[in-house]
Structures are given as structure tokens and as C-alpha cells.
């Protein structure tokens, strides 16, 4: 096998019941590339991933490290060949320190305890994504909490790492830190496998990348020769649209009304709502935007009834309290 690709995965194929996840998928990453994964959700990206990373067993398939066939029968085979894997969703204890948890992830990898601190420092520091390793992860923010994912791959011998929609959860100004830092592991010769549905961000960053459509195989590309809906066609296919316009829905007056908001945090990891104002009309959609964690979630078990209020007239339909509406809640 041609070593001048850090990774080959041929001819992969995995199916369920009733289900072909992938088809025969082949995908060649190069040494110091970072190279983009893209597709619609089921397309097959993260089975392709599991298989690489040793948590699914492929059906059919020969994958190649270094020019090296290799059989990946768990994560930990990964890591010891110097691939790491950022989940979309982090898998972190947050009665855990940021030492703890990355000794918890790495096992015998993580080395002596009395070093790993310093190392987490370190390592941080050197790619512009300083942490303390003594804080406790309740009190990370959610970028803080992926540079944990990242600085626990990073520890390693890291050759190839792989982030599954790692700018989902992050402000602008930390997707700016995320990239420089992947430019600097690209300097290094570290290869980025990025998966991502912000094709914006897969041209200002990715050097090559493949599309997956229905579990196969679509299309590969250079994205800086590319624009949005070319990359998009790609993943779609010429039959579909890319966009629908549609009316956009006015409302005819309140229908609910929320009127400074507060709720108490109810457990230890629970946000409290403060002073929270705003409005929906009849036949109006609103969205509630914000970073995982600062909220949203309270809010809805405010609106639900699942959370008490301070204030009884806080939330109200039609003008009328929520309390007023619900004489079994009034008697609790």
C-alpha cells in the first residue's frame, strides 16, 4: 500500500438490518492534510467513523495506517496508533477534575499522575488552548470542555485526529482558536479528518475532502476551488433542491408571553433563569439561539411546568397566567 497517505480506508462496508450504513466507501487522507467528511445526516460519515476508531466492526473493508494494514477492534487500538476522535457530544464527568478525566479516558496511556498535570499545562499552552488541569468541568465553559477532548487526544502520539462537528457548540472568536490550532498540528504533520455540515468553514479550511450521499461515495473535491452549493450538489444530488422560499409567517397577536422570567438553579449543574422577557404571537415561529448550556434547556421546563417560577405571573397564554390555567399545579 502507497505510504504517502497517512490513512486508506477501502472498500468499507457495514450493514444493519434493513440498512446498508456504508457501501464500499474508500477515502485516502494524505500526511498533514486536513481533509473534510461531508454529507447529509445519514449519509453514513459517523459509521465510517465508528469503524476507524475501533467501536463498530466493519462487514467488509481493509484499512491502512502509514501504508500499514491495520485491524482496529477498539478505541484503544486507535490511540496506540496515534488516532484520536472528538465526539460531537463531549463524554466528560463533571464532578471531575480535567486531570481526572483525561487519566479516566487514557488509562495506562495518560502516564504517572504526578506528571499529568504538568503535562496538560503543557501541552495546552503550546497550541493556543490553555487549560487548568485542577478545575473541576462543571465550571468549564463549552469550548473549554472540547479543548479537554482535543488536549486528551494531543497527549498521545497524535497522527491523525478526527472532530465530528466540533464547531456545532462554539462562539465565532472559538472557532477561530479551534482553527488556528489545527493549522499549527497541519504545520506539525498531524493529518485532521473534519466532519462538518458549515461548508463555509470547510472551504476556509480543509485541503481536500470526500462526500458520502445514501452510504456511498459522491464526489470528492478541493473546497477552496468550490462554493457552498456546488459542495451541496454534491451531497444531495442534482434531483433535489437546494433551497425552498417560503412565506414568511407574521402573527396576529400575543399568544405567549413570557414577563421577567427567574427561576432558582434546581440542581447542581442547573442554570438560573434570570429576568427573561420575550414574547411569541399567533402563527409565528421563534427560535431560542445560544451555546449548549446557558439555559435553554430551564427554559423549557419553566414553560412545561417542570420547574418552579418566582414570579406566578411570569409566564403567561392568552393573557392569562399559567397558574390560573392549571388548578392541580395551584394546589401542589
Sequence with gaps: MDNKYRLTMQGMTKQYPGCIANDGVTIKIKHGEVHALLGENGAGKSTLMKMLYGVVKPDQGDMFFNGRKMDIKEPADARELGIGMVFQHFSLFETLTVAQNIALALGDL?????????????????????????????????????????????????????????????????????????????????????????????????????????????????????????????????STPISNQTRRATGTGDFLTVDNLSTSAQALF????????????????????????????????????????????????????????CPLKRRR
Excluded: W
Excluded at 497541519?186 to 493529518?191: A, F, N, V, W
Excluded at 485532521?192 to 476556509?204: C, G, M, N, P, W
Excluded at 442554570?271 to 415561529?285: D, H, R, S, T, W
Design 110 to 238: 495518560a502516564g504517572h499522575s504526578s506528571t499529568l498535570a504538568s503535562r496538560i499545562s503543557k501541552t495546552s499552552a503550546r497550541y493556543g488552548m490553555p487549560l487548568d488541569p485542577h478545575r473541576l468541568v462543571s465550571t468549564l465553559s463549552t469550548g473549554e470542555r472540547q479543548r479537554v477532548e482535543i488536549v486528551r487526544c494531543l497527549l498521545l502520539d497524535i497522527q491523525l485526529l478526527i472532530l465530528d462537528e466540533p464547531t456545532s457548540v462554539l462562539t465565532p472568536q472559538e472557532v477561530d482558536a479551534l482553527f488556528k490550532t489545527l493549522h499549527s498540528l497541519k504545520e506539525e504533520g498531524c493529518s485532521v479528518l473534519f466532519i462538518s455540515h458549515k461548508l463555509h468553514e470547510v472551504i476556509a479550511l480543509c485541503d481536500s475532502a470526500t462526500i458520502l450521499r445514501s452510504g456511498k461515495v459522491s464526489g470528492h473535491c478541493i473546497p477552496k476551488n468550490e462554493t457552498s452549493e456546488s459542495i451541496a450538489r454534491l451531497m444531495v444530488g442534482d
Design 270 to 325: 442547573d442554570i438560573a433563569l434570570k429576568n427573561v422577557n420575550f414574547a411569541v404571537q399567533q402563527g409565528e415561529i421563534v427560535g431560542i439561539a445560544g451555546v449548549a448550556g446557558n439555559g435553554q434547556e430551564e427554559l423549557l421546563k419553566a414553560l412545561s411546568g417542570e420547574e418552579p417560577q418566582k414570579n406566578s405571573n411570569a409566564i403567561k397564554f392568552k393573557n392569562t397566567a399559567v397558574d390560573a390555567l
